[in-house]
C-alpha cells in the first residue's frame, strides 16, 4: 500500500512564484494535480515556469501581481478566477528583506520591508478569502467549499537574528496575522496555517553558502547543513489538501531545529 495526496480539481494560486521556494511551491502543487496559478511582478520568468510545468503534464497560468498595489491585488485574483476557476488554495509566498543593524534602519528600509511582508501579505489573503468565505455562505458558486491558505512566515518570526531585525518583525506579524485569520474564518472550513521555513539553499542565496561567512553560519547550524527547496514539499501539500481539515492556525517551523 501507498499513501498518495491528490489534488486535482483544485486551483492554487501562489504569490512571488518567479523563483526560489515560489517557484518550488508551484511545481509541488501542479506535480501534485493542481491547476497552478503564478504570480508575481517578474512575468517573464513566470512564464518560464510555467513551460517547465506544461511539459511535465501539470497546468499553470500566469498573473502579473505586485502585492503592495492592492489594485494589483484585485485585479490578479479576479483574473486569476476567470482563467482557472475559483482559488482553493493560496500560497502567500511573497517576501523581502534588507541586512542591516537596527540602528541603520531608514524609513524607506522599513517600509519596504513591512509593504510586502505584512501589508501585502495580509490583502492577498483577505482578497482571496473573501471569495472563499463568499462560496462558503453559498453566495458564489464553487466547485470547493472552504479552503486552504498557508502563510509563508519563517524560522526569523520565532528566533530574532542580528542585522535582519525588521525582517524578523515582520514574519513575526505574519504569524500572528495566520492566527487571527484562523479565529475567524476556520468555521467557514477556512483553514490558515503558516509554514516558518530556515535556512533553504536556492538560486538566490547559493553562492552565500560558498562563501566564509556562509560556511560559518552553516557551522552554527544544529546539524552543520542548510535544507534543500523540496524538503518542504510534503509539508506544503498535507497544508494544501483535505488531509488537513483539522490543522488550523498551526504555525510549523520547518528548520532542522535552528528556532528550538
Known sequence: MSYEIDLSGRVAFVTGASSGLGAQF???????????VLASRRVDKLKDLRAEIEASGGNAHVVALDVTDKASIAA?????????????????????????????????????????????AFFVAQEVGKRMLARAKGAAPGSFTGGRIINIASMAGLKVLPQIGVYCMSKAAVIQM????????????INVNAICPGYIDTEINHHHWQTEQGQKL????????????QDLDALLVMLASDQSGFINGAVIAADDGFAV
Request: glycine share 10%.
Open 218 to 229: 552553516i557551522s552554527m547550524l544544529p546539524r552543520k547543513r542548510v535544507g534543500q527547496p
Open 26 to 36: 508551484a511545481r509541488t502543487l501542479a506535480k501534485a494535480g493542481a491547476g497552478v
Open 178 to 189: 495566520t492566527k487571527a485569520f484562523a479565529v475567524e474564518w476556520g468555521k467557514f472550513g
Open 76 to 120: 490578479a485574483v479576479a483574473h486569476a478566477e476567470t482563467e482557472m476557476g475559483s482559488i482553493d488554495i493560496l500560497v502567500n509566498n511573497s517576501g523581502v528583506s534588507t541586512t542591516q543593524r537596527i540602528q541603520d534602519v531608514t524609513e524607506e528600509d522599513y517600509d519596504f520591508v513591512f509593504d510586502t511582508n505584512v501589508r501585502g
